[in-house]
Protein backbone atom coordinates (compact mmCIF):
# COMPACT_ATOMS: atom_id res chain seq x y z
CA UNK A 1 0.00 0.00 0.00
CA UNK A 2 1.54 3.62 -0.62
CA UNK A 3 1.80 5.91 1.48
CA UNK A 4 1.67 9.70 0.87
CA UNK A 5 3.88 11.66 2.80
CA UNK A 6 3.48 15.33 1.15
CA UNK A 7 1.46 17.19 -0.75
CA UNK A 8 2.11 20.99 -2.01
CA UNK A 9 -0.60 22.80 -3.94
CA UNK A 10 0.53 25.67 -6.68
CA UNK A 11 -1.40 28.37 -8.59
CA UNK A 12 -1.95 26.32 -12.04
CA UNK A 13 -4.11 23.47 -10.17
CA UNK A 14 -1.31 20.88 -9.73
CA UNK A 15 0.12 19.63 -6.96
CA UNK A 16 2.96 18.03 -6.06
CA UNK A 17 3.04 14.47 -4.43
CA UNK A 18 5.34 12.63 -2.82
CA UNK A 19 5.20 8.96 -1.42
CA UNK A 20 7.04 7.77 1.52
CA UNK A 21 9.30 5.52 -1.19
CA UNK A 22 10.75 8.98 -2.27
CA UNK A 23 8.65 8.92 -5.52
CA UNK A 24 6.84 11.72 -6.53
CA UNK A 25 5.86 14.60 -8.91
CA UNK A 26 3.38 16.95 -10.35
CA UNK A 27 -0.53 15.60 -10.67
CA UNK A 28 -2.74 18.89 -12.63
CA UNK A 29 -6.03 18.67 -11.49
CA UNK A 30 -7.21 20.90 -14.33
CA UNK A 31 -9.23 18.30 -16.16
CA UNK A 32 -10.24 16.64 -13.35
CA UNK A 33 -11.92 20.04 -12.04
CA UNK A 34 -14.25 19.71 -14.54
CA UNK A 35 -15.92 16.92 -12.95
CA UNK A 36 -19.09 17.55 -10.26
CA UNK A 37 -17.11 15.65 -7.50
CA UNK A 38 -14.29 18.70 -7.65
CA UNK A 39 -16.75 21.31 -7.74
CA UNK A 40 -15.57 22.51 -4.50
CA UNK A 41 -12.11 23.11 -5.41
CA UNK A 42 -12.63 25.25 -8.50
CA UNK A 43 -11.67 28.17 -6.43
CA UNK A 44 -8.01 28.20 -6.09
CA UNK A 45 -7.89 29.23 -2.41
CA UNK A 46 -10.03 26.07 -1.90
CA UNK A 47 -7.81 23.97 -3.58
CA UNK A 48 -4.53 25.10 -1.71
CA UNK A 49 -6.75 23.83 1.18
CA UNK A 50 -5.42 20.36 0.16
CA UNK A 51 -3.97 17.56 2.99
CA UNK A 52 -3.79 13.89 3.31
CA UNK A 53 -6.40 12.34 5.16
CA UNK A 54 -5.42 10.82 8.73
CA UNK A 55 -7.64 8.00 8.39
CA UNK A 56 -7.69 7.21 4.65
CA UNK A 57 -4.14 8.48 3.98
CA UNK A 58 -5.73 9.78 0.51
CA UNK A 59 -5.56 13.45 -0.96
CA UNK A 60 -8.22 15.04 0.95
CA UNK A 61 -9.61 18.75 0.67
CA UNK A 62 -11.77 21.14 3.50
CA UNK A 63 -15.01 20.63 1.39
CA UNK A 64 -15.18 16.78 1.17
CA UNK A 65 -13.20 16.08 -2.04
CA UNK A 66 -10.72 13.39 -2.23
CA UNK A 67 -8.15 11.74 -4.71
CA UNK A 68 -6.97 8.05 -3.93
CA UNK A 69 -3.29 7.58 -3.04
CA UNK A 70 -3.10 4.60 -5.67
CA UNK A 71 -4.52 6.18 -8.51
CA UNK A 72 -2.27 9.39 -8.18
CA UNK A 73 0.56 6.76 -7.87
CA UNK A 74 -0.40 5.20 -10.99
CA UNK A 75 -1.34 8.71 -12.75
CA UNK A 76 2.56 9.54 -11.71
CA UNK A 77 4.28 6.48 -12.81
CA UNK A 78 2.34 6.50 -16.00
CA UNK A 79 3.69 9.89 -16.78
CA UNK A 80 7.41 9.15 -15.67
CA UNK A 81 6.99 5.80 -18.53
CA UNK A 82 5.81 8.16 -21.39
CA UNK A 83 8.66 10.46 -20.66
CA UNK A 84 11.44 7.48 -20.61
CA UNK A 85 9.81 6.02 -23.54
CA UNK A 86 9.86 9.87 -25.33
CA UNK A 87 6.42 9.89 -26.54
CA UNK A 88 4.74 12.60 -27.40
CA UNK A 89 1.71 12.88 -25.15
CA UNK A 90 0.71 14.91 -22.29
CA UNK A 91 -1.01 14.10 -19.19
Sequence with gaps: MYKIVKVIPFDDFQLYVEYADGFGGKVSFTKMLKHKDYECIRDISEFKKVSIDKKTKDIAWECGATMCKTATR??????????????????
Design 74 to 91: NMLELKQEIKNLGLPIKL
